[in-house]
C-alpha cells in the first residue's frame, strides 16, 4: 500500500503589532498551524512586504523573508532597515514539513504602518492673536518653520 503524503496547513491566524518606525522593528506572531500526512513541522519562513497600498507578500513577491525558524517558534521580530513612512507592512507565514515540496501555502494577514509625523499645523498670517481677554493677556502664534530632522 504506498504511502500518503499530504501539506502541512498553513497557520489560520496571523498578526503584526508594535509601533514600526521606518528602521524600526515588529513582531509577527502566528497559530494553528498543522502537520501533514507523514510530514511533521520542522519549522516556519516569515514572510512580509513593504508597500504603499498593503499589498500581501507571496513566497515570490517580498521585501523580506526569514531564515527557517524552529517549529517550537510562534512569534518572530522583523527589524526594517529603512522603510517609508506611512507604508504598510502585511506579513504571512508558510509551515515547513519534513518532507520536500509539502509546505503549507502562505498565510497573509498582520499589518502594521510605519508611522508617520503629525501634520504641521498651518497659519495663514505671519502673526495670528488666538486669545485675548479682560485679564490682560494675549497670546499669539508667529508662523515659522518646521525641518524633519529623521
Avoid at 502562505?106 to 505671519?126: D, E, H, R, Y
Amino acid at each position: 500500500m504506498p504511502v500518503t503524503t499530504t501539506a502541512c496547513g498553513a497557520p489560520t491566524s496571523v498578526t503584526a503589532s508594535g509601533i514600526v518606525t521606518p528602521s524600526g522593528s515588529f513582531t509577527v506572531s502566528w497559530s494553528g498551524a498543522t502537520a501533514g500526512t507523514g510530514n511533521a513541522i520542522t519549522g516556519y519562513y516569515v514572510y512580509w512586504r513593504v508597500s504603499s497600498g498593503g499589498s500581501a507578500p507571496t513566497t515570490s513577491t517580498y521585501t523580506g523573508v526569514s531564515a527557517k525558524l524552529n517549529s517550537n517558534i510562534s512569534s518572530y521580530s522583523v527589524s526594517l532597515s529603512s522603510a517609508t513612512r506611512g507604508y504598510k507592512v502585511v506579513c504571512g507565514v508558510v509551515t515547513v514539513g519534513t518532507v520536500s515540496g509539502f509546505n503549507s501555502g502562505i498565510k497573509t494577514g498582520g499589518s502594521v504602518t510605519i508611522n508617520s509625523l503629525p501634520t504641521a499645523p498651518t497659519l495663514n498670517k505671519s502673526s495670528q492673536t488666538i486669545a485675548s481677554g479682560s485679564t490682560g493677556v494675549t497670546v499669539t502664534a508667529t508662523k515659522g518653520t518646521d525641518v524633519d530632522t529623521s
